[in-house]
């Protein structure tokens, strides 16, 4: 993709602090980082989003997240890590390449990822139940 920031930094036109890279995948620090060690993980080729990528690359990926998560807890010695990936701009996305935030936390840092929670009768949940049964 012609415009897209991940795919220069994947092709070496802009640079980057990767931390790891195989054939498939480069995991690159945030250039402006929720926290001390926030990690996002690309993969090489160009989807946009989790509507784009397909379900064999995605497991590899998320694979890979253990991996890079235990890599990252014990070598920041963290306890806690939120794993973050937004699709579309109402999500927040801001890059239109598939990527996975993990985001190491500490305490009294300043990262939310937090929702007003609905309040939502039985019957409500059965009706989105019913709607969005895969069975
Ligand atoms: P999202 O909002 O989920 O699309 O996340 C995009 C992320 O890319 C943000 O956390 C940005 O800080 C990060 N970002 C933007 N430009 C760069 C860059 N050149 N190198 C590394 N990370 C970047
Ligand atoms: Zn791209």
């Not at 990690?39 to 497991?59: R, S, V």
Request: negative net charge.
């Amino acid at each position: 993709m012609d415009n897209c920031i991940f795919c220069k930094i994947i092709n070496g036109e802009i640079p980057s602090a990767t931390i790891y890279e195989n054939d498939e995948f480069k995991v690159i620090l945030d250039r402006f980082p929720g926290n001390i060690g926030h990690a996002l993980i690309l993969p090489k080729k160009h989807y946009a989003n989790i509507f784009e990528i397909d379900e064999e690359t995605a497991g590899r990926l998320f694979k890979l997240a253990v991996k890079v998560a235990k890599h990252i807890k014990e070598t920041l010695n963290i306890e806690a890590l939120n794993i973050v990936q937004n699709n579309g701009e109402l999500a927040g996305q801001t890059v239109n390449h598939f990527h996975l935030h993990l985001i190491p936390r500490y305490t009294d840092d300043k990262v939310s990822v937090k929702w007003e929670q609905l309040e939502l009768t039985d019957e409500q949940i059965a009706e989105v139940q019913k709607k969005l049964n895969m069975q």
